[in-house]
Each structure stands twice: as C-alpha cells, then as structure tokens.
C-alpha cells in the first residue's frame, strides 16, 4: 500500500473517531483521476445498530453517517488531506448500507491524483 493511500486513511478513520466514537475498522482506498474512493467496513457504534434497529433510528443513524459527515467536510477539510493529496478538496459524496457495516465515501479534488505506489489492499 502507498504511503499516501495509508495516511490518507489514517486522516479518514480519525476524524471519524473524533466525530462518532467509534472509526472504521478497515478502509480499502483507490485513487481514480481526481477522485480518492474509500470503502469503510465496520463503522457503527454498538448504540448506532441498537438504534437502528427501527425504521426512525436506521433514518437518524444513516442521516449522522452520511449528511453529518458531508457537513463537516463542507466547512473544511480535515487538516493535512490537501497537502498529503496535492490538490484542492471540492466535495465528499457519502453513503452508508446498515445492515451489512459498510460505508462508501467519494472524496472529489480539483485536478489529478498522483498516487506513485498503487492502490490499498484495505489499512487495519
């Protein structure tokens, strides 16, 4: 795995942490163009599954992971993401499948990505 894809996820499962107690348990990351892809397995809190066990708590708990997120990222980036990308962040596109703990984030940047060791095999 490159160093970039590895401190990349490091940035992901921290502010996660910060933000929802509980960070992914493995993120397996590419990086296309100008996009860096995340797919994050084991995301929910024992409370978040306990909640979402109706159809209101699979609304709230998807609405935390998924719009709660996107907010925090339209008001700034986490710090270091742009340096250690080399390219300005636009957007983060986010959704989440409960039922199976596995989340997908499509982080958007202004210009191409160069990632010079390939793509992750997922960081633990």
């Known amino acids: ?11 992901i499962r921290k502010l996660r942490k910060e933000l929802f107690g509980k960070g992914p348990e493995r993120i397996h990351t590419v990086i296309m163009d100008n ?4 797919t994050l397995y ?11 066990q109706t159809p209101e708590g699979k609304e709230m708990v ?6 709660m997120i996107q907010d925090v990222y339209d008001k700034a980036p986490p710090a270091g993401m742009e340096e250690l990308i080399g390219a300005k962040f636009v957007h983060l596109f986010s959704d ?3 039922q199976d703990d596995i989340a997908i ?9 160069e990632d010079t060791g390939g793509e992750s095999n997922g960081s633990r």
């Open 62 to 67: 998807h609405a935390a992971r998924t719009r």
């Open 105 to 113: 984030s499509v982080f958007l940047f202004d210009r191409s990505i």
């Open 96 to 98: 989440i499948k409960l």
């Open 42 to 52: 084991g995301n929910l809190t024992p409370t978040e599954k306990f909640i979402a």
């Open 35 to 38: 996009m860096v892809i995340s």
């Open 1 to 11: 795995m490159s160093k970039k894809i590895h401190e990349f996820n490091d940035i």
